[in-house]
């Protein structure tokens, strides 16, 4: 009997994706993950490769607002998902806001600030092998095997993630501190840290080829040999100079913020808006 990967994932999320024209290594990667690790028969139907700033929120006005102007009473899904269009836009509107000015005089000449954004990039640090079993997390794990990539945690994507967070209801991941179990020094509970990353396949605990050892060896190949730096576009590196003329590091282009329906099994997530994170709101 086929092993299949059948979690039920919830809610709404909001998501950061990489330019597509930039992306077709990485999607022609997670293709050749799919198919060794069952196909669609396993439930290892195709999605976007995405950066998640919120899982499983909700499409309620966080303050009150509602897209349409009503009085805050209870709405359809058409209007939730107008409410999750408006703040979405907000999200952007604020991010430009805040990333506007991006210079500052420094005698004869200007200089980039720490949080200048000319291109909010997704930029991988590690390929990682994470087991997520249905015990996981109070019993909140998909039931697979992971294997992802670590991204760094820009400035950019740490300001967006926040704008993000700070708009949007409460999500799984960062609700209320009493939902958590991340505890200080003083036993005190703290939000979960934001980890910023981009999985590649959802492979099922009992798949073959998660029981013989070859998705977390081939996993750590790749980390070991940094094969990912090889799907990233190599024009790229041209854009990441800096001001010593060292080459920075390099990832894709960040080109939407994204809004999406992740209610169900992989191949029932859908897209509700789409906004170009270089687009004129």
């Given at each position: 009997m086929t092993s299949k990967f059948s979690f039920k994932f919830s809610g709404f999320s909001v998501w950061l994706e990489p330019d597509p024209d930039q992306s077709s290594q990485m999607i022609s990667e997670m293709e050749y993950l799919r198919t060794k690790c069952g196909g669609s028969e396993a439930g290892q139907h195709t999605f976007v490769p995405h950066c998640t700033l919120l899982y499983n929120t909700s499409l309620d006005a966080n303050d009150g607002e509602q897209a349409d102007g009503g009085d805050g009473s209870s709405c359809d899904d058409q209007t939730k998902q107008q409410q999750g269009e408006y703040m979405?836009?907000?999200?952007?509107?604020?991010?430009?806001?805040?990333?506007?000015?991006?210079?500052?005089?420094?005698?004869?000449?200007?200089?980039?600030?720490?949080?200048?954004?000319?291109?909010?990039?997704?930029?991988?640090?590690?390929?990682y092998y994470f087991p997520y079993?249905?015990?996981?997390?109070?019993?909140?794990?998909?039931?697979?095997?992971?294997?992802?990539?670590?991204?760094?945690?820009?400035?950019?994507?740490?300001?967006?993630?926040?704008?993000?967070?700070?708009?949007?209801?409460?999500?799984?991941?960062?609700?209320?501190?009493?939902?958590?179990?991340?505890?200080?020094?003083?036993?005190?509970?703290?939000?979960?840290?934001?980890?910023?990353?981009?999985?590649?396949?959802?492979?099922?605990?009992?798949?073959?080829?998660?029981?013989?050892?070859w998705l977390e060896k081939y996993t750590k190949q790749n980390e070991e040999e940094k094969r990912y730096e090889k799907w990233i576009p190599a024009k790229q590196k041209d854009q990441t100079i800096d001001d010593d003329g060292k080459e920075g590091a390099v990832g894709w282009n960040a080109k939407y913020l994204s809004l999406w329906s992740t209610e169900g099994i992989l191949d029932e997530w859908y897209p509700i808006f789409k906004l170009d994170l270089e687009a004129t709101l």
């Open positions: 979405l836009r907000q999200c952007l509107e604020e991010y430009h806001k805040q990333t506007a000015d991006t210079t500052c005089n420094d005698g004869n000449h200007q200089k980039q600030k720490p949080n200048d954004t000319k291109q909010l990039q997704l930029i991988p640090t590690s390929q079993p249905k015990t996981a997390d109070n019993g909140k794990g998909f039931g697979c095997c992971i294997s992802l990539l670590i991204l760094d945690t820009t400035p950019q994507l740490k300001l967006l993630h926040d704008i993000v967070r700070n708009r949007f209801p409460p999500d799984e991941r960062h609700g209320d501190s009493s939902d958590n179990d991340c505890d200080n020094s003083n036993g005190e509970a703290e939000e979960p840290r934001f980890r910023p990353h981009m999985a590649l396949i959802y492979a099922p605990e009992d798949q073959e080829n998660v029981t013989n050892g």
